[in-house]
């Protein structure tokens, strides 16, 4: 028999393996990790639009080795650009991160229409999902 998960059952998979992946014991190199981000940050384009160019390896400019994944500035960084299969960038997927980044697009409409206020509220909407959804099963 094959196990049946809900969708926030895999969401809780696909974020342990994005964030912290040695939970589960998987993705157990910097090279391995980084080609599941770019392959989940390629659906998330193929089905909501936008471009992804690459996933950069953190890196440490006095040129030290990182202690990979140890904090946010350890950690790997999705570059997406926007393209013609997006909706109006200040309504996309991806607006809400880095709003600032696609300052350049189209006069500014990436931030366009947006408050840091709204930004956080959807940020802060999007990260309780998973609490809720788990307290929801206990």
């Not at 193929?46 to 950690?75: K, M, T």
Request: aromatic share 6%; with cysteine.
């Amino acid at each position: 028999m094959s196990k049946q998960l809900l969708p926030n059952e895999l969401a809780e998979i696909v974020v342990g393996l994005l964030v912290k992946p040695s939970i589960l014991g998987e993705l157990d190199s910097p090279e391995k990790h980084i080609a599941f981000i770019k392959d989940i940050a390629e659906v998330v384009a193929d089905h909501c639009g936008g471009f992804i160019n690459d996933v950069h390896a953190p890196w440490d400019s006095d040129g030290e080795d990182v202690e990979y994944l140890s904090s946010q500035y350890d950690s790997p960084l999705v570059s997406v650009s926007p393209d013609d299969s997006l909706p109006p960038l200040s309504q996309c997927v991806w607006a809400y991160h880095d709003p600032e980044g696609w300052i350049d697009e189209s006069d500014s409409e990436a931030i366009e229409g947006q408050t840091m206020d709204d930004i956080h509220t959807k940020r802060m909407q999007l990260q309780r999902l998973l609490i809720i959804a788990g307290a929801k099963q206990e």
